[in-house]
């Protein structure tokens, strides 16, 4: 539960039971050689120093049409606690590949595998991430109601196919926000026009980093790790039960802290150290119990003087799982149907 930032980059931009629901043609991890891989790609410098032991990430391009591109480098030997864990990882990844292609998710475009490694080629997203993108400036209200849109949307697409991201965070939210007035930000709101979307924001979404997402249904058991990172992990995940819902708090934190600059728990809720993030440990409990008493602030600005979105974002954050809206119940909000220039900036 590691609150360390791996990002996919600066300028980077499904399975229920035994059958997969509304999937693409299912694609496989191909085995290579390495001779192969060189003939398929040109590895650059690194994206961004990884955190996690046996990964990197780098620029790439892709030679036989020069596509720039990046790819995530997993060593075996290193990147995996046990076989199992890299059997659940190829076959989660397998079921990503096969995803049908959806604007505001990053694309899969293969997976590679040779005797010493696992090369995952990703298309080049625009942008920053979310939580430098918060860093950089305050987002408007209406860029950020158009951020959390575009993440229900990916979300939706998710969940309906019978998978959960489990690590929903800023960190793994691509955006791009391009300035008003330029050919791209009239492009986007072209396009907006005509697929849907909030024609007065330029703000565009990828969501990113599946190495967490996971099959779920209901009789899924209960997990034996916590996974994701402290402040965004809902209430229930503490005690190993993750489902839809358990992202749907997540991108409600994601909200609050878009519009008030703040996150929703106060972070000495957070005292777990590390080795205690399994299902049934002291801390893991005394998290949860906090998370049950502790009285989140709808009343901060902009939440103060728009309803509808404290409205939106206290159901998302709701202690009980069952109170939280579907993504596809939380497109349907009234906080999206708002008139852009009705919604207050004001913090």
């Given at each position: ?53 046996g990964m990197e ?136 026009s005509m697929k ?146 009705k919604l207050s900036?004001?913090?």
């Amino acid at each position: 539960m590691s609150s360390i930032r791996e990002r996919l980059g600066r300028d980077l931009s499904v399975r229920t039971t035994n059958e997969r629901k509304n999937v693409g043609h299912e694609q496989q991890i191909q085995a290579v050689s390495e001779a192969e891989v060189a003939r398929r790609y040109k590895l650059g410098s690194m994206v961004m120093e990884s955190t996690n032991k046996g990964m990197e990430v780098v620029w790439a391009t892709r030679l036989a049409d020069k596509l720039q591109c990046v790819i995530k480098v997993r060593k075996k030997s290193e990147s995996f606690k046990s076989s199992s864990d890299e059997r659940s990882w190829r076959s989660t990844t397998e079921v990503q590949l096969s995803m049908p292609p959806t604007e505001s998710m990053c694309e899969f475009m293969e997976v590679l595998e040779t005797p010493e490694k696992y090369l995952v080629v990703m298309e080049k997203v625009d942008g920053k991430d979310l939580y430098e993108q918060m860093e950089d400036k305050n987002i408007s209200h209406v860029d950020a109601r158009e951020i959390v849109r575009q993440t229900l949307v990916a979300l939706s697409v998710m969940h309906s196919t019978g998978r959960i991201h489990k690590d929903l965070k800023a960190e793994n939210v691509m955006v791009d926000i391009p300035a008003a007035g330029t050919a791209k930000a009239k492009e986007i709101a072209r396009q907006k026009s005509m697929k849907g979307g909030d024609c007065a924001s330029p703000a565009t979404v990828k969501l990113i980093d599946f190495d967490t997402v996971e099959d779920w249904e209901p009789s899924s058991p209960k997990a034996k790790d916590v996974l994701g990172t402290d402040g965004y992990i809902a209430p229930e995940a503490y005690l190993g039960n993750y489902s839809p819902a358990s992202d749907i708090y997540s991108i409600g934190v994601v909200m609050y802290k878009l519009l008030t600059g703040e996150f929703p728990s106060n972070e000495d809720l957070f005292d777990d150290q590390p080795g205690e993030n399994w299902v049934g440990s002291p801390a893991m409990q005394r998290i949860h119990d906090r998370l049950k008493t502790e009285k989140i602030d709808f009343t901060k600005p902009p939440l103060d003087g728009c309803t509808p979105a404290a409205e939106l974002c206290a159901k998302m954050l709701s202690f009980n799982w069952q109170d939280r809206p579907s993504a596809d119940d939380a497109l349907k909000h009234g906080w999206f149907l708002l008139d852009s220039a009705k919604l207050s900036n004001k913090r």
